[in-house]
């Protein structure tokens, strides 16, 4: 478990040079991993930003538009996207990484096939939800 005081402040090697730890970057990058097998087609870059917050980017390569933006700031876990109408706040990663996976492989696969009817776009929605196996980091 994290203390609310270590976000972004450890002096472990992996902190210092981007801004995660081992467990939090395993986390983000198996998130990274959900949405490319669940067809969406990513780049994965992460660092600090220069008030030294961690940050964690997926973009489409073909566009370069930020598919998930995810941070650290403040002492919770802050996900953006386009398909998160505001911003997932938490103090678990894993959570706020779950939940936004799930919302933006739900709107590709949304958008990408319209549905015959209402009850079929909710099953193919549930379908596509993925489930992250990590352990969760919390922030106290």
């Not at 990663?93 to 990408?112: C, G, H, P």
């Amino acid at each position: 478990m994290m203390s609310w005081g270590e976000c972004g402040l450890s002096t472990s090697t992996t902190m210092r040079s981007s801004g995660w730890d081992e467990d939090e970057l395993a986390i983000l990058q198996h998130a990274a991993k959900l949405l490319e097998q669940n067809g969406v087609v990513a780049e994965i870059g992460w660092g600090m930003s220069d008030e030294a917050d961690p940050w964690f980017s997926v973009t489409d390569p073909f566009t370069d538009d930020v598919l998930l933006h995810i941070t650290c700031f403040n002492w919770s876990f802050i996900a953006l996207s386009d398909a998160i109408s505001r911003p997932l706040r938490g103090g678990d990663l894993y959570m706020v990484a779950t939940e936004a996976v799930s919302r933006v492989i739900r709107l590709r696969t949304t958008t990408d096939r319209m549905p015959d009817t209402a009850a079929d776009g909710m099953l193919q929605q549930r379908r596509n939800i993925p489930r992250l196996t990590q352990k969760s980091i919390r922030i106290k």
